[in-house]
C-alpha cells in the first residue's frame, strides 16, 4: 500500500507559478506510475499529467502541455506538478494518485491510491 499528501496549492495570479508536490509513504513508491488529476467545482474530475516509474515517460492533457510538468524524485518519494502560466481554468482541487501497473495512463480508474487533494485558485 501506499499513502499520499499533497501540498503547495494556494491563490496566485493569472500567470503566475505554483509547484504542487505530493510525498508518498511506503518503501514501494518508485513501482507505482504516479499521476495529477484535478476537479473544479460542479465539473467531473479529469486527469492532468502522469509519469513513468522512472520519470523517463511523461503524459499530459492538452490544456496544460507546455504550461505543466510533472517530475519525481524516487529517492525521496515525491512527485512534483510545476505549473506555469496558470489561467483561471486550472482552479481546482488537484488530486496526486498512484498507479501499481506499468502503463503511464490518463484513466482515473487504473490509479489505485489517492492523496486528499490541494486547492489551487487562479485569480484573473
Known amino acids: 500500500q501506499i499513502q499520499l499528501v499533497e501540498s503547495g496549492g494556494g491563490l496566485v495570479q493569472a500567470g503566475g507559478s505554483l509547484r504542487l508536490s505530493c510525498a508518498a509513504s511506503?518503501?514501494?513508491?518508485?513501482?507505482?506510475?504516479m499521476g495529477w488529476f484535478r476537479q473544479a467545482p460542479g465539473k467531473e474530475r479529469e486527469f492532468v499529467a502522469a509519469?513513468?516509474?522512472?520519470?523517463?515517460?511523461?503524459l499530459y492533457a492538452d490544456s496544460v502541455k507546455g504550461r505543466f510538468t510533472i517530475s519525481r524524485d524516487n529517492a525521496k518519494n515525491t512527485v512534483y506538478l510545476q505549473m506555469n502560466s496558470l489561467k483561471p481554468e486550472d482552479t481546482a482541487v488537484y488530486y496526486c494518485?498512484?498507479?501499481?501497473?506499468?502503463?503511464?495512463?490518463?484513466?482515473?480508474?487504473?490509479?489505485?491510491?489517492w492523496g486528499p487533494g490541494t486547492q489551487v485558485t487562479v485569480s484573473s
Open positions: 511506503g518503501r514501494t513508491f518508485s513501482s507505482y506510475v
Open positions: 509519469v513513468s516509474r522512472s520519470g523517463g515517460r511523461t
Open positions: 494518485a498512484a498507479d501499481p501497473l506499468t502503463l503511464v495512463t490518463a484513466r482515473g480508474a487504473d490509479y489505485d491510491y
